[in-house]
Nanobody, 123 residues
Framework: QVQLQESGGGSVQSGGSLRLSCAAS????????MGWFRQAPGKEREGVAT???????DYADSVKGRFTISQDNAKNTLYLQMDSLKPEDTAMYYC?????????????????WGQGTQVTVSS
């Protein structure tokens, strides 16, 4: 079993930055995919960015060039650096993990989820 805990959310103005963190504990292993997802009120949960155990990354088109996913294996921590934030980035952000090397942008494929951290961007 893997436990995930997000932190770093908050309220910022349009154009601002935030850095989200996700601490993993429990039965972590080296063959996995980790991702960030978000869900705005009234909308479905969507993939934002993924990273695998060899640091290959993928991004949703809506965040390419603005968000950066990274990880620190020594600390078992996943990060999401969010720059040039827009009001449409407002959502609850979740980190998630799945066993297996292949990454997917759809949340259906992920086994472990954190509780989420709220990001609010005002215009």
């Amino acid at each position: 079993q893997v436990q995930l805990q997000e932190s770093g959310g908050g309220s910022v103005q349009s154009g601002g930055s935030l850095r989200l963190s996700c601490a993993a504990s429990g039965n972590t292993n080296r063959h996995y995919c980790m991702g960030w997802f978000r869900q705005a009120p009234g909308k479905e949960r969507e993939g934002v960015a993924t990273i695998d155990s060899v640091d290959s990354t993928d991004y949703a088109d809506s965040v390419k060039g603005r968000f950066t996913i990274s990880q620190d294996n020594a600390k078992n921590t996943l990060y999401l650096q969010m720059d040039s934030l827009k009001p449409e980035d407002t959502a609850m952000y979740y980190c998630a993990g799945r066993s297996g090397q292949q990454c997917f942008m759809h949340p259906h494929y992920y086994d472990y989820w954190g509780q989420g951290t709220q990001v609010t961007v005002s215009s």
